[in-house]
DNA sequence: GGTCATTTGTTCGTATGTATA
DNA sequence: GTATACATACGAACAAATGAC
């Protein structure tokens, strides 16, 4: 008889109505949403219950809306909204920080639970790697290196550790490019973790660790040494 | 001529406000907000903008409001709401993951940067670790380990990573605690981190990862012997 | 148990500013 | 420049839940 449900208030029914279109890729990045006369009729409510909904995920950082242009889809869920504007206000070292972190973790986990479909996913973005690096391509070879990275993380199958190492990503490739733009001795073989790879494949988490902490220190000296200019 | 900064809705404007109220604890978590009408002179709005500002902030997870009672704080920063709600949808042992990765480099950075002050913080949880394990006091041991870990995070000086470390390690306390409860072959004096405490005193990053990483290898264990149950 | 003031929930109407065609 | 569509903001009114007396 008590209905719970009745007590969640319109504007909460009608935010999280549209935060699963937009989570579900519905409504996707960058598009427009429908005007206010139409979304009122879509989900049968009021306009100022409408504009409190939207104005919810606006603050949330999920959407955004230009006055005489309409609502767009600016992100896709809450955790890459509120990592994206801490990243924006925080020291990009000290990002970079907690990327490795991460990053060091995923290395070894996905050498104890990487499975073929990771393997084949990592093995394709270092032969583009490769390639890039025949082809001296170094914005082909960054995404690719990202991408890897990515993968590797996806290769550790814990959700919340990639969600944070994907937002946390994102706002920091920029920032990524010019430190490697800027290292006079960029080599491209040497940065093709081709043994870490191996390490991850042989499941070897010893030697993936011993990889990761070496390549980490490495990308450490190049940040200070960057630093100092 | 014009400012474009100046179009900062009335919305964005009163719910920063509103967040920055809470965010610096003149608004403390558990208190009652002033009523509607209250609030509508005091940021000089409507109460349509008002309430906008407040069903964003609701939606954030900030605030939460009850229909004939009023609105109370309910976490104290945007990255605290969202990471609570990632935590509970999570598997914990793949949140301690995430943890234990955050504590990892945490180490490294405070064996590096630890000052004078980290050090008699550390101590002093250390201490009170001491006296528990005499007491064979285990709720206070909990306790004290658990700021122990809070304070070497703090130590490595990085505002990101002791945030994330501490909105994850929160919601975790309950978990941690049963994990300890139901080793057998708990040892307190085993338990205390003298060895790594040390290290970092003497800025021995070399010693301070060996140690953590035996002391996380020993926690997974004891996780996957308790989880075979 | 009931009444009543308080507080939030919901809707409508109106006026004005702003971008786009 | 004009018309249109949309966003912003305010005010007023009633509904529903809560808590105190």
Redesign the interface.
Known sequence: MLKKTH?V?L??QV?SQMEDLIESGHWAIGNRLPPEMELMKTFDVSR?TL???I??????GLLETK?GSGTIVKSKS??EA??H???EK?NIL??L??R???E???AQ?AAKRRNEKDIKDMNHFIGMCRLAAQEGDLELFLKADIQFHQMMVKAAH????F??YSHITDPLISSIRNIMILDKNFDYENEIHTDLFEAIKQKSEHHAIRYVNNYINEFREKITLIQED
Chains 1, 2 share one sequence.
Not at 55 to 60: G, K, M, N, P, S
């Open positions: 007590r208030s504007v909460e935010s100022n504009r409190e909904a104005q919810a995920l606006v603050h949330a006055q809450a955790l509120v990592l504007r801490q990243v925080s000290k990002i920080e907690v490795l972190a991460l060091r973790e995923a986990l814990n959700q919340m550790l969600d944070l």
